[in-house]
């Protein structure tokens, strides 16, 4: 059984940085395409970024380039989400996604897995 653990989030102040991490278990991390979705009170679930299964490739929204990077280890089992210049619409409860299945990477629909997530509060 695969799973997902996210953490990392916490509350912080505008300007801040923050990096989450996500451990993944039961699977063979290196086949995994991997994703960072987030979710806002009312809101549908969001893009953050993606990064290939190799890790030479990523992708994110406008909303977030360059400020957010995805990296991750693949001897760790590990996908990474450094935040910078955090503002409050960032603000959100962040997931991770891993998938094996193909289709558009900034679609909640196309990933396979997903773990409980974890909160980030940017307060002004």
């Known amino acids: 059984q695969v799973q997902l653990r996210e953490s990392g989030g916490s509350p912080v102040q505008a300007g801040d940085s923050l990096r989450l991490s996500c451990v993944v278990s039961?699977?063979?991390?290196?086949?995994?395409?991997m994703g960072w979705f987030r979710q806002a009170p009312g809101k549908e679930r969001e893009f953050v970024a993606r990064?290939?299964?190799?890790?030479?490739?990523?992708d994110y929204p406008d909303s977030v380039k360059g400020r957010f990077t995805i990296s991750r280890d693949n001897a760790k089992n590990t996908v990474y989400l450094q935040m910078n210049s955090l503002v409050p619409e960032d603000t959100a409860l962040y997931y991770c996604?891993?998938?094996?299945?193909?289709?558009?990477?900034?679609?909640?629909?196309?990933?396979?897995?997903w773990g409980q997530g974890t909160q980030v509060t940017v307060s002004s």
């Open positions: 996604a891993a998938r094996v299945r193909n289709g558009l990477f900034s679609r909640p629909v196309n990933y396979d897995y």
């Open positions: 039961g699977g063979t991390f290196s086949g995994y395409s």
């Open positions: 990064i290939s299964r190799t890790g030479d490739s990523t």
